[in-house]
């Protein structure tokens, strides 16, 4: 996360492309997927690109995740009751990197990327997410 601060401060950018190239379900490459996009907004002034990949010689070049419609930062990262939390104009990131289940009370109601509208969202382990305003 820290590098891309730095990036951004320095007038720089950069592409950060995750590999999946693992064997793992679906459901299980989208929760990673889902956590490396959410690491990356923590850190991204919005000028870097983030690219995905769940096999090896694919680029995903479109996915429902990165239509996330959260506006600008407002804020830095910050952790914030054991969850790494950053602001947005309408929405907010959040990425648990610990060993436990963390709870967050999101403050009004949010649709994370699986589409599901909450006030409240529980993060497992080394699990990250994307809340958008309705």
């Known amino acids: ?16 492309m995750v590999k999946m190239w693992v064997t793992a379900t679906t459901a299980q ?38 239509k996330a419609d959260i506006g600008q930062p407002t804020s830095s990262y910050a952790l914030i009751d054991g969850v790494y939390q950053r602001s947005f104009s309408r929405g907010r990131v959040l990425v648990n990197p610990t060993e436990a ?3 967050v009370d999101l403050g009004g109601t949010y649709v ?20 958008q305003l309705p």
């Not at 994370?112 to 809340?131: Q, Y």
């Open 1 to 16: 996360m820290n590098q891309l601060v730095d990036l951004g401060v320095n007038g720089e950018r950069t592409a950060a």
């Open 101 to 103: 289940s963390r709870t």
């Open 112 to 131: 994370g990327l699986d589409g599901v509208s909450r006030t409240t969202i529980t993060l497992a382990p080394h699990t990250g997410d994307v809340m």
């Open 29 to 66: 490459k989208d929760a990673f997927h889902r956590f490396a996009l959410s690491t990356f907004l923590l850190g991204s002034d919005g000028t870097s690109s983030f690219h995905a990949s769940y096999a090896e010689g694919q680029v995903l070049l479109d996915h429902p995740y990165w």
